[in-house]
């Protein structure tokens, strides 16, 4: 983080603030967060109003003093005498890997490199040579336009008449108002469209949230080398005993069939480790870091754009804790209320778009530094053969498509496939789980 806005203050100036208390909302270019004070004192001037947007780290946004001083001797302060704003620094793309899903441990050597002003050659300038003049304006191609008033221009604009087609009867060839209203379209030319002048698009400001994202996801395209390795899932199973173990929940949790697949992604990272790895530079020595637990980010939609909190420790979780944590991580992701840490790592990610019946399946973009996301399609009924014995009967199984996106650096494409076998198999025998 380099920049945030200003959210609401929650204190005024000549308020007493404890240890604790909520002094202002910061937004980030991931959550809104809530800044607590951890000293006693008094607010005495604020410096930075809400709704400032690109506030740099660092810089004075209010003036505190102990309990007891003039708080009316600081009503002129500013903040030139705090000592002056500092613009944020300008985006680089060694900054840009420090918004990744965990960050990274040493410094990296991936930077641009640059010339020396010593090693630049400048090159001699050309002869200057005496080019034939056709006596008009000297103008770029792309900047090329009739000579007209402004007036005129106004006027074309407003009636839509293409004032390159307008000959101008002014001095040196000027297009006058006259010309302007003068003008006849040439035979067969279509007639101007009565809104040419109202402009067919709207330009939305892009969020730090979706400038991040945009970083992070050519990041990944970029520097990860995608394979995708497909599978059809059974889950009529599982639904049944998602079923049975709601039933007899007495109100105490409700499972959905998310926290189902979230537990079989631990399952099938501790059978193939591989997968619940990421690639690493370790002090300029490149690694491949294997994780002894599964933290699965579960990608989340919200207003602001695709959030991934954390699920830590899924491996030793039991279903109705998964629940609890996707349930309340989604929503504070939702209110933008995510603390950092509850974002920042994970070891692999899933992402479910199975409630929308129209995504048969789908891929996803890997989160780096993970090495491995899953796509979970919608839930299809299928004709299937029937175990009757004449095998002449067909009924009607549940199914799923899913798809692993692998970093071909860290997973070769059999341990991918492998990887989805093993998920298939824990998901088709959902008892697996509560072992």
């Known amino acids: 983080m380099t920049a945030g806005n200003i959210g609401t203050w929650q204190k005024k100036a000549g308020d007493a603030i404890a240890p604790g208390d909520v002094l202002v909302e910061i937004e980030t270019d991931k959550a809104q967060m809530d800044f607590e004070f951890q000293e006693d004192g008094v607010l005495a001037k604020i410096l930075k109003d809400s709704g400032e947007k690109d506030v740099a780290v660092g810089n004075p946004i209010a003036v505190m003093i102990e309990e007891g001083e003039d708080v009316s001797a600081f009503d002129s302060f500013t903040l030139d005498d705090a000592g002056g704003e500092k613009a944020p620094p300008k985006d680089k793309p060694k900054e840009e890997a420090a918004d990744s899903s965990e960050p990274p441990d040493s410094g990296s050597k991936t930077s641009p490199s640059t010339l020396d002003k010593g090693e630049s050659k400048s090159e001699p300038a050309p002869e200057p040579q005496e080019s034939e003049s056709s006596g008009g304006r000297l103008e770029t191609s792309l900047d090329r336009e009739p000579l007209a008033s402004p007036s005129a221009k106004a006027l074309a604009l407003e009636k839509g008449v293409p004032i390159k087609q307008v000959k101008g009867s002014g001095p040196g060839g000027r297009i006058t108002k006259q010309d302007i209203e003068k003008f006849q379209p040439s035979a067969g030319a279509a007639p101007p469209a009565a809104s040419a002048a109202v402009p067919t698009y709207e330009d939305i400001p892009a969020s730090s949230m979706r400038k991040t994202i945009a970083n992070r996801l050519v990041q990944s395209m970029n520097q990860n080398p995608h394979y995708f390795v497909s599978g059809t899932l059974s889950v009529t199973k599982l639904l049944k005993l998602r079923q049975a173990l709601n039933a007899s929940a007495d109100g105490k949790y409700k499972l959905s069939v998310n926290d189902f697949l979230i537990k079989a992604c631990a399952v099938a990272c501790k059978k193939i480790p591989a997968v619940n790895s990421s690639w690493r530079d370790v002090g300029g020595q490149i690694v491949i870091r294997q994780h002894n637990t599964v933290d699965v980010s579960v990608a989340v939609a919200?207003?602001?754009?695709?959030m991934t909190p954390i699920v830590r420790g899924v491996d030793n979780l039991g279903l109705e804790g998964i629940s609890a944590q996707v349930k309340d991580l989604g929503k504070r992701a939702r209110d933008g209320k995510l603390k950092p840490e509850e974002y920042q790592g994970g070891t692999f990610t899933i992402s479910n778009m199975g409630m929308n019946a129209a995504v048969e399946r789908f891929t996803?973009?890997?989160?780096?530094?993970?090495?491995?996301?899953?796509?979970?399609?919608?839930t299809r009924k299928v004709a299937i053969p029937s175990a009757s014995e004449d095998g002449s009967g067909v009924e009607w199984d549940d199914q799923i498509i899913v798809t692993g996106s692998f970093d071909h650096k860290v997973v070769d494409g059999a341990v991918g496939g492998e990887w989805i076998r093993e998920y298939k198999k824990v998901v088709e025998n959902p008892l697996e789980m509560l072992l």
Do not use: C, E, K
């Open 364 to 378: 996803a973009v890997i989160n780096p530094p993970q090495a491995g996301i899953l796509a979970v399609g919608t």
């Open 302 to 306: 919200t207003p602001i754009g695709l």
